[in-house]
């Protein structure tokens, strides 16, 4: 179910980002965040259908709050997209499936 | 352009009254389908205000509290067990002028004897410069989400109702100090919230004062705070601001068809669910300025799929023509 979807952590966050082949959106998130869970399935379908063009990866706030504050993240659902290991660009905010493919449009190539 | 199957009930909105109709219809074996929105970080998602909610203290039958969040999956499961069909999208345009009503999802048409329609309200913003652009970034619009990243800040929540009252007492739990700004001199939420939050040693109040200026380059770094009374402005700097002043009905998609009033809300004739429309039917907050509580949106949502039965069973004949 999870298979496509990637559990980031301090550890081994640097590593997965540098060495993706395809551009990456981190969902930061964390339990007690209702509109995070609206968006847990959306994600996951996303992942499914742009195998190959897009690596989702997810990364909890509560167990990993460094990385969270690395990226000046204040706000959950936060989703930041990384090319080459930079971050490009991040959306704030939950939202239906039709309007996420359509922010990330410019990053899948 | 896709059509749909056609339906005996189509609900839009999926707060307390849109499942609670949805479980009375499903029950009859009417199966309905429901147009339950799609996420957001706003109230306006499926499930509604209540998903942005933690503890639900005063809805019957759960003396420990529930949180709200769970209380609407509950609810969403009630309804899935008698068979509700459930669309996690917006319906983005209606045409309720021919039989049967017509309901659009983008490009995808759905068609039904019967709309209930359930779309709640939204949390209104203060509409300054600066808000949009710094939501996610020390503005916010949803307290429990992002409280948890002002730890040891001092914030500010905006507003004298229920809901302001309520984040400013759950920030506290991340918050050095929470300064509550009201334009009036007294609450309008419920006495024991009021009593509950001015009891807590981190929360302050100032009456009578609006936030006229939201300032911040890459994240919120001060507001301006005009007093209502005298005029005197005075800056606060601060690391989070929670907008709680209040709701504007989710009727867009309705306008120039179902009646409203002055301020958007759905009309429904005394005593009923119904609307304008004949097999129109109106329920919860978008009808409803006045009490705004998910066991009164919930009462208002029984009443609509009991309406909608009975429209049902006087037109069958002449509806499946």
């Known amino acids: ?109 | 352009m896709t059509t749909h199957p056609h339906r005996n009930v189509i609900i839009i909105g999926s707060g307390p009254a849109g499942l609670t109709a949805a479980i009375y219809v499903a029950r009859a074996s009417l199966s309905p389908l429901l147009i339950e929105g799609e996420p957001s970080s706003t109230s306006d998602q499926p499930g509604g205000q209540l998903m942005l909610t933690t503890e639900v203290e005063n809805f019957p039958g759960f003396p420990e509290g529930v949180q709200g969040p769970e209380l609407m999956q509950r609810m969403r499961d009630q309804a899935a067990r008698f068979g509700a069909e459930f669309l996690t999208e917006k319906a983005t345009k209606i045409d309720f002028s021919s039989h049967p009503h017509r309901v659009w999802v983008r490009d995808d048409e759905y068609t039904a004897d019967v709309v209930i329609a359930s779309t709640g309200a939204r949390s209104l913003m203060l509409g300054l410069e600066n808000e949009a652009r710094l939501i996610g970034h020390g503005v916010s619009t949803c307290a429990t989400c992002d409280g948890f990243f002002f730890r040891g800040q001092e914030i500010v929540v905006v507003g004298g109702g229920d809901s302001a009252i309520e984040e400013a007492s759950f920030l506290t739990k991340f918050a050095s100090k929470v300064t509550i700004i009201h334009r009036r001199d007294k609450f309008r939420a419920s006495k024991i919230m009021q009593e509950r939050a001015l009891a807590n040693p981190k929360i302050s109040v100032r009456w009578n004062a609006q936030v006229t200026r939201i300032v911040g380059e890459a994240k919120l770094s001060a507001i301006e705070v005009t007093d209502t009374v005298t005029g005197a402005t005075d800056t606060m700097n601060i690391g989070g601001l929670f907008v709680a002043i209040g709701h504007r009905p989710n009727t867009d998609v309705f306008a120039g068809v179902l009646d409203m009033d002055d301020n958007g809300y759905l009309v429904t004739q005394p005593g009923s669910s119904r609307t304008n429309v004949p097999g129109v039917f109106a329920c919860g907050d978008v009808q409803d300025h006045t009490y705004r509580q998910a066991i009164t949106a919930a009462g208002s949502g029984c009443m609509a799929a009991i309406d909608a039965e009975r429209w049902l069973e006087h037109h069958h004949g002449s509806a499946n023509k």
């Open chain 1, 1 to 109: 179910m999870s298979g496509n979807v990637i559990t980031l952590t301090t550890a081994n966050f640097d590593e997965t980002i540098r060495s993706a082949t395809t551009p990456v959106l981190v969902d930061f998130w964390a339990e007690w965040c209702g509109p995070c869970k609206q968006i847990d399935p959306v994600i996951r379908e996303i992942a499914t259908e742009q195998a190959g063009a897009l690596t989702i990866a997810k990364l909890n706030v509560d167990d990993h709050g460094d990385i969270a504050m690395r990226f000046k993240v204040m706000s959950i659902p936060t989703m930041i997209v990384f090319k080459n290991g930079e971050a490009v660009d991040t959306l704030v905010g939950a939202r239906g499936k039709a309007a996420l493919l359509r922010d990330l449009a410019p990053h899948l190539g």
